[in-house]
Structure formats: structure tokens, C-alpha cells
């Protein structure tokens, strides 16, 4: 009798918020005072690099949209740029040193001295 070992298989399931960007997005949208907004994170040509990020808070859809929830925050990235953020990590920082979003993105392949864009 053989027995197969099997190799563990790593996938990406597309962009993931962790618990302090999810609490800092429910904050800036409590703020706004309107419960029809999401988180839309985009990639779109441009920086030193060829691609950079954008988020911003939007309330239309468009086709192909890829929908993610985290808790009570909506994150929404459009088809073309889904690919682009497999795998990729939103998180807060909010230090001394450091106070914004960050995006840990596995998919990049390198990024510019300014840190604003990728490739």
C-alpha cells in the first residue's frame, strides 16, 4: 500500500483588510454619516513604477465589480485590477513614525524610492 503525501497549495483569495484598516475604514464612514459608501481599491497606471494604488470611498458600481466583506466594511475592486491584489494586505498604521494605509501586496514585483507605486 503507497500513501501520497500531498504539498500544501498556497492560494490567493483576492484582497483581505486586516482588523485595523476594517476599524479605521467603519470609523472615516461613520464620520461621512452615510451607510451607502465601500472602500474601493484600485490599481491604475502611473508612479515612477508603471501601476499605483488608489482607495477612496465610492458608492457606484460598475460591472465586474469584486465585492469583499470585512465585518460591517464593503471593499470593492474593479475587474481589471483584482488581479493585481491577489494576496495583497490593507492595514492601518497609526505610530509616530507612520500614520495611513499600507498595502502589502505579494504581486508586486518591485516599487519606487517613494514607495507611491509598483510594478
Known amino acids: 500500500m503507497t500513501t501520497e503525501t500531498s504539498q500544501p497549495i498556497t492560494i490567493a483569495t483576492g484582497i483581505t483588510l486586516t482588523e485595523a484598516a476594517s476599524a479605521k475604514v467603519a470609523a472615516l464612514l461613520a464620520q461621512e454619516g452615510?451607510?451607502?459608501?465601500?472602500?474601493?481599491?484600485?490599481?491604475?497606471?502611473g508612479g515612477c513604477s508603471g501601476l499605483r494604488y488608489q482607495l477612496f470611498f465610492d458608492d457606484r458600481n460598475q460591472e465586474g465589480d469584486v465585492v469583499r466583506e470585512f465585518g460591517?466594511?464593503?471593499?470593492?475592486?474593479?475587474k481589471m485590477s483584482d488581479p493585481y491584489l491577489l494576496g495583497a494586505t490593507v492595514d492601518f498604521e497609526d505610530?509616530?513614525?507612520k500614520q495611513g494605509f499600507t498595502i502589502d501586496n505579494p504581486q508586486a514585483q518591485g516599487s519606487c524610492a517613494c514607495g507611491d507605486s509598483f510594478n
Open 95 to 97: 505610530t509616530i513614525e
Open 72 to 78: 460591517s466594511v464593503k471593499v470593492v475592486v474593479d
Open 34 to 45: 452615510r451607510d451607502d459608501l465601500y472602500l474601493r481599491v484600485a490599481v491604475q497606471p
